[in-house]
């Protein structure tokens, strides 16, 4: 009877990635197994307790001899050292960027040489890059770059709602850099100009300076409800880089992360790729509102547990991408609870936290552990200046956290992303002109809030549900009555309608690993007031069609 | 009934001895001294591990001097900074670009063109900046080799390029051959987070530490008797710390291994245009164009502008590759190392003027071979020699006859005494893997002329004292 009830929980996750069978101390289920066919061969009082303890104990003891022999051969971790690489793996490496559309079955594929002209080994990371080529998001990119839309120079272009850009309010960092960008970078002041300020090596976390003008900056987003340390701050090179080095300072290669679904697509090459970790969707709901249940985040703790693979956090995006919900507080309080009850981390994605534009208070994930003084070493928070600043391209990412070793290991890991020192000088002058900011954020916001209700009204005059959003720059759409046939299949090839005949480069819910299918994310901050018809037309004309075919 | 029962009580004492067991395991654990379940929220092994290498000697020297830093007017006594590989001797050359042209650094009158630059993230990079990296890399090699701007893979700093790179050749527990002595920094970029090994590639001082066929072949050899799978092999050309280009007919030697046993082969060519003299530098590319480019998909080149144009906190670096499949991979890995677009517009501007870029090198190379000359001259006086170089922003110099023991521990020992009674932080040949002991790389170009003839004079008492004391 214990055998069926293991079978059974085994096959309870059909959606899951298959995880490769490794000689994990896997704790009940695998001594479990061992356990089983013993039972019956030991009879009596005593037997019952050795019987079980004995083999239990011979098992976990070989298992340490061959982990430490496999240690003293290959010096690396377990699951680097399995070559046949799970083709979940290589297969989600390949879809390394923002959609991994396509599902994980591409097996590892070696190009061995085969002597003095065959060619170079190039590793599994690579290997599955190359053949992901073609994934929507690539594809829909590339439309928009070949043919893009221009109100006046090009009406029937490709219109870019795929790519979180915020272009709503860059006119006012440009007028800044205007006036202030010389001085900023070169120092100055009508003095000689004196490039080793900024030529010469510079502490690889960041200028002190920076970091402490960050800490500001971050604080008047959060409206003062709470203060960053300058000295928990380190920079890097974007958020993509910061929550790559938190994940390499959280967990080894085969270790796993619990994240809600939808997730932005960016996850799976930041958290997987070059770590070896893997990702456990939570799936969430549209009757919840795509809102974090703590049970969904146990059950998916305890399957993954089953599978033997060691979950070390949670990673959740505050607001959230794409849904653009916000946590409240007690969501963040029980989710506090469930990571000290597993003795796991926190990493808290804030990236879009200047960006809310709703009457939804946003609250940090900082003032909980302002508070709470046990939990400070398991929470991490994500930040970047991309999105809340428009400045993606200068690329500054922000990783906090208050557990000193994650401070001292990720300060070293970041020499392989740091900031360039003339952006680093720009970005001090321009933040700590506490005046352009106050005035900025306020303005974004409402530049926000306007854009997001005009082209949520715009769907609804459509008939089309999105779910009511807080923060972000997306809307995301539920047009699953629009799809030919209800799954990954129908919703590709709606997307692909929307990207050829409605030439709209749009963002499919399966590249969110979204469980239902039919959802879209739309980002209107590339757009203007006057584009929003435009889109809402070509959407409208699509809708129809497909109503005629179904 | 009573069945049911007796196998629910079987149930719950079987979990409860589970329990148990697990309990005596960590128990176990904790005496063998293996990896334990901390009660506190656990860390991943390269967070914990020492790979990083900052603990080294190396490194130990930096501290030094950060305590007590030599200044000309406020600290006359302090360390003097010798271990740092910068070139602070051409920053007027900048300078005097930047004043200029300041529409380099925002972005013209009016900044227009910024919102564009400010929301690029393309990791292809400003096509713009990389035609103007193409072009300069081909300007050092005095156009001996050409370079497709569509293969250069920018990445901030040359050290995640070399990170980059080894992500994209090898898998973890995988081997590279590299030749010592190199960089200390090697151990930390090529290793830590990539889970790869080095195998060193011997080389001494009875041929100016060259690279031999002879010690390519014992290396690979080192490598499968371990057990290991050998990727690639990484040179530095011209070399650090030996300061000194790579011959021809070595390279030539190298590449040829290298397809003998169809590994990988990464030249690092970061003081390409630190070369005393153009000529003297031989670089991969142009043995390949000699070559027609015949199997030249196993050659990938890092470059940075970090020494050549003293820009180190611009963190700019490319990895230019002559395989398609790295050069499509590193893009996308690029994305965790992109270089600000910012800055990336500003050294497009200054690197296509081609009139600054020619007159900048040429100087360039005038400065640095006068500061060798200068500390080379310096040094003999006090009856100290060192390696023969002809590239670098450093020397290689030989202690070894000051050496009480001609062992690690002696090295160690006499660069104590020169750290805490010379004052000058200079780098032991032990951090830089140099199989003989008592090399020493000594920096001479991230200082004043000033500073630097300090520091010789205090060598030069230094030596003095030894020869009082030995008669």
């Given at each position: 009877m214990t055998r069926t009830r293991f079978f059974r929980s085994r096959t309870a996750?059909?959606?899951?990635d298959t995880i490769p069978t490794t000689n994990?101390?896997?704790?009940g289920g695998t001594a479990m197994r061992i356990i089983v066919p013993l039972q019956g061969v030991v009879q009596g009082r005593g037997g019952l307790f050795l019987g079980s303890v004995i083999p239990c104990a011979l098992f976990y003891f070989f298992q340490l001899y061959l982990k430490r022999n496999r240690n003293d051969q290959a010096d690396s971790d377990d699951s680097n050292s399995?070559?046949?690489?799970?083709p979940s793996r290589s297969g989600s490496e390949g879809q390394?960027?923002?959609?991994?559309?396509?599902?994980?079955?591409?097996s590892r594929n070696l190009v061995s040489?085969?002597?003095?002209?065959g060619r170079a080994y190039v590793s599994s990371r690579a290997n599955g890059i190359v053949k992901s080529g073609d994934s929507p998001y690539f594809v829909g990119l590339r439309k928009v770059i070949e043919d893009p839309y221009d109100?006046?120079?090009?009406?029937n272009g490709v219109i870019q709602l795929g790519l979180a850009e915020?272009?709503?309010?860059?006119d006012l960092v440009e007028e800044w850099l205007v006036e202030n960008a010389k001085p900023a970078i070169l120092g100055g002041g009508g003095e000689e100009l004196n490039i080793s300020g900024i030529a010469t090596y510079q502490p690889v976390d960041g200028l002190i300076e920076l970091k402490v003008a960050v800490a500001g900056f971050m604080s008047q987003i959060m409206e003062n409800a709470v203060s960053f340390n300058p000295s928990q701050i380190v920079l890097t090179a974007g958020a993509t880089p910061a929550i790559e080095t938190l994940i390499f300072c959280l967990a080894d290669a085969g270790n796993a992360f619990l994240v809600p679904t939808p997730?932005?697509?960016g996850f799976d090459r930041d958290v997987?790729?070059?770590?070896?970790v893997e990702i456990v969707p939570v799936p969430c709901r549209s009757a919840d509102n795509f809102s974090l249940s703590i049970t969904a985040l146990d059950r998916a703790f305890n399957q993954a547990k089953k599978r033997g693979l060691k979950v070390r956090g949670v990673i959740i995006s505050n607001p959230s991408n794409p849904v653009g919900n916000l946590l409240d507080r007690e969501t963040l309080y029980s989710l506090l609870d469930f990571a000290r009850e597993k003795n796991i981390h926190i990493v808290c994605n804030e990236i879009f936290a200047g960006s809310t534009h709703g009457s939804e208070e946003f609250v940090s994930m900082a003032e909980l552990i302002d508070l709470e003084d046990s939990d400070r070493d398991r929470v991490h928070i994500v930040y970047g200046l991309s999105n809340d600043l428009s400045?993606?391209?200068?690329r500054v990412g922000v990783l906090y956290s208050s557990n000193e070793n994650v401070l001292a290991a990720a300060k070293k890991l970041t020499r392989f992303s740091s900031i360039s020192a003339p952006t680093q000088r720009l970005l001090i002058s321009m933040l700590s002109d506490t005046k352009f900011v106050q005035i900025f954020i306020r303005i974004n916001r409402e530049r926000l809030q306007k854009m997001y209700v005009k082209f949520a009204l715009g769907f609804k005059q459509l008939g089309i549900k999105c779910t009511k959003g807080s923060?972000?720059?997306?809307c995301w759409a539920?047009?699953?009555?629009?799809?030919?046939?209800?799954?990954e299949k129908g919703e590709l090839e709606l997307w692909e309608k929307l990207l050829n005949t409605a030439k709209l480069n749009s963002t499919p819910g399966s590249s969110c690993?979204?469980?239902?299918?039919?959802w879209f994310r739309f980002c209107f901050?590339?757009?203007?007031?006057?584009d929003i018809p435009v889109v809402m037309d070509r959407i409208q004309k699509i809708a129809e069609t497909c109503k005629s075919c179904s | 009934m009573a069945k049911a029962l007796l196998l629910f009580v079987r149930r719950a004492f079987f979990f409860s001895m589970i329990k148990i067991c697990k309990t005596i395991l960590t128990l176990a654990n904790l005496i063998m001294g293996l990896e334990i379940e901390q009660p506190t929220v656990g860390l991943s092994k390269v967070a914990v591990?020492?790979?990083?290498?900052?603990?080294?000697p190396y490194f130990a020297g930096w501290k030094a001097y950060d305590e007590d830093p030599y200044d000309?007017?406020?600290?006359?006594s302090g360390v003097i900074q010798m271990g740092l590989a910068e070139?602070?001797?051409?920053?007027d050359l900048l300078e005097e670009y930047l004043e200029k042209h300041s529409e380099a650094s925002t972005w013209g009158q009016g900044a227009t063109g910024f919102r564009e630059n400010a929301l690029f993230q393309d990791y292809h990079g400003l096509k713009s900046f990389r035609q103007a990296m193409a072009s300069f890399m081909e300007q050092i090699r005095g156009g001996r080799a050409k370079f497709d701007p569509d293969r250069v893979v920018l990445t901030a700093g040359a050290t995640a390029a070399n990170e980059l790179l080894i992500f994209i050749l090898a898998d973890p527990g995988d081997a590279l051959l590299v030749p010592i002595?190199?960089?200390?920094g090697f151990d930390r970029d090529?290793?830590?987070?990539?889970?790869v090994k080095i195998v060193p590639i011997h080389c001494d001082?009875?041929?100016?530490?060259q690279v031999t066929p002879q010690a390519l072949e014992a290396a690979y050899k080192d490598a499968e008797a371990m057990n290991i799978k050998v990727r690639g092999v990484l040179i530095t050309n011209p070399s650090n710390p030996l300061g000194a280009t790579i011959q021809r007919s070595v390279l030539e030697d190298i590449l040829d291994f290298a397809t003998q046993k169809n590994i990988h082969l990464v030249s690092d060519e970061i003081y390409s245009g630190s070369?005393?003299?153009?000529?003297?530098f031989v670089s991969i590319a142009e043995i390949l164009e000699a070559r027609g480019?015949?199997?030249?998909?196993?050659v990938h080149i890092v470059y940075s502008l970090s020494k050549d144009l003293g820009?180190?906190?611009?963190?700019v670096g490319t990895i230019y590759s002559y395989n398609d499949k790295v050069v499509t991979t590193a893009r996308k890995m690029s994305s965790f190392t992109l270089i600000s677009s910012q800055t990336q517009h500003l050294l497009a501007t200054m690197l296509s003027d081609k009139v600054f870029t020619k007159n900048y090198i040429k100087i360039n190379r005038e400065r640095l071979r006068k500061r060798y000359e200068m500390i080379i001259q310096g040094l003999r006086s006090a009856g100290i020699e060192c390696l023969k170089g002809n590239a670098g922003l450093f020397c290689w110099m030989n202690?070894?006859?000051?050496?009480?023991?001609?062992t690690k521990e002696g090295e160690l020992s006499l660069w104590n005494s020169i750290i805490h009674d010379l004052k000058l932080n200079i780098s032991p040949g032990s951090s830089c893997h140099?199989?003989?002991?008592?090399w020493f790389r000594v920096c001479?170009?991230?200082?004043?002329e000033q500073t630097l003839e300090v520091a010789l004079k205090r060598i030069h008492n230094f030596m003095e004292q030894k020869k009082t004391e030995t008669n």
């Open positions: 996750e059909p959606d899951e994990r101390s896997g704790g399995q070559n046949q690489a799970p390394l960027n923002e959609l991994s559309v396509f599902t994980r079955s591409t040489p085969r002597g003095p002209s109100e006046s120079g090009n009406p915020n272009k709503l309010t860059l997730y932005y697509p997987k790729w070059r770590t070896g400045l993606p391209g200068f923060g972000g720059f997306y539920d047009m699953s009555e629009l799809i030919s046939s209800y799954s690993h979204c469980i239902e299918p039919g901050t590339t757009l203007t007031e006057r | 591990s020492e790979t990083h290498g900052e603990d080294s000309e007017l406020e600290n006359p070139n602070q001797v051409s920053f002595p190199y960089y200390p090529l290793r830590w987070r990539t889970g001082s009875s041929n100016n530490f070369t005393f003299s153009s000529s003297e480019y015949k199997d030249s998909e196993r820009l180190p906190g611009f963190r202690l070894s006859p000051l050496l009480k023991t001609p140099c199989s003989e002991p008592g001479f170009a991230n200082m004043g």
